[in-house]
T-cell receptor
Framework: AQSVTQPDIHITVSEGASLELRCNYSYGATPYLFWYVQSPGQGLQLLLKYFSGDTLVQGIKGFEAEFKRSQSSFNLRKPSVHWSDAAEYFCAVTGNYQLIWGAGTKLIIKP | NAGVMQNPRHLVRRRGQEARLRCSPMKGHSHVYWYRQLPEEGLKFMVYLQKENIIDESGMPKERFSAEFPKEGPSILRIQQVVRGDSAAYFC??????????????FGEGSRLTVL
């Protein structure tokens, strides 16, 4: 079955520290992979996406993600977080229009 | 260029009433998707529509829920005889094309339904 797992429900990091949010997927074919961010009370904004090619993808707001086919992972990283990065982050996979979403990881920033 | 517009942002209904949620896609987008987000959960696909057509409603509950995207006007998600379990955030997204999922989905800010 197709699925996306984000194993961390909450992650707390200090401002200025590095960040890695984990995403593992199960998908029968070559996936298209996405990371979205949802700020409190807001809709979702696309951070980055992977379709093919270079497995290290750069996104907005200084985020990047690396696609590792052997590990079925698409982890999101940022070298130095800012307080404004506090939000919920969703990983999603699709081969068609029907995105399959992870349950999200809530990022908390310590001052 | 306005983004995806959803209204109302917040809606309170009593059990048994009807809820109507509206979504105006981005200009030039003819594909609309509705998702439901329950507390502490990710988004769940509900329905995919193009103008005047339901393409995929495999995520819609079989009863009480319906969606439309008329030739003119916004897409509407309608929930009849609401129950407490319908309390959730309902997100609409649009895209200019709907094939292959290779395009970005643009999301509205959501409509939060609370059923008393």
């Amino acid at each position: 079955a197709q699925s996306v797992t984000q194993p961390d429900i909450h992650i707390t990091v200090s401002e200025g520290a590095s960040l890695e949010l984990r995403c593992n997927y199960s998908y029968g074919a070559t996936p298209y992979l996405f990371w979205y961010v949802q700020s409190p009370g807001q809709g979702l904004q696309l951070l980055l996406k992977y379709f093919s090619g270079d497995t290290l993808v750069q996104g907005i707001k200084g985020f990047e993600a690396e696609f590792k086919r052997s590990q079925s992972s698409f982890n999101l990283r940022k070298p130095s977080v800012h307080w404004s990065d506090a939000a919920e982050y969703f990983c999603a996979v699709t081969g068609n229009y029907q995105l399959i979403w992870g349950a999200g990881t809530k990022l908390i920033i310590k001052p | 260029n306005a983004g995806v517009m959803q209204n109302p942002r917040h809606l309170v209904r009593r059990r048994g009433q009807e809820a109507r949620l509206r979504c105006s896609p981005m200009k030039g987008h003819s594909h609309v998707y509705w998702y439901r987000q329950l507390p502490e959960e990710g988004l769940k696909f509900m329905v995919y529509l193009q103008k005047e057509n339901i393409i995929d409603e495999s995520g819609m509950p079989k009863e009480r829920f319906s969606a439309e995207f008329p030739k003119e006007g916004p897409s509407i998600l309608r929930i009849q005889q609401v129950v407490r379990g319908d309390s959730a955030a309902y997100f609409c997204a649009s895209s200019p094309t709907g094939t292959s999922g290779t395009g970005e989905l643009f999301f509205g800010e959501g409509s939060r339904l609370t059923v008393l």
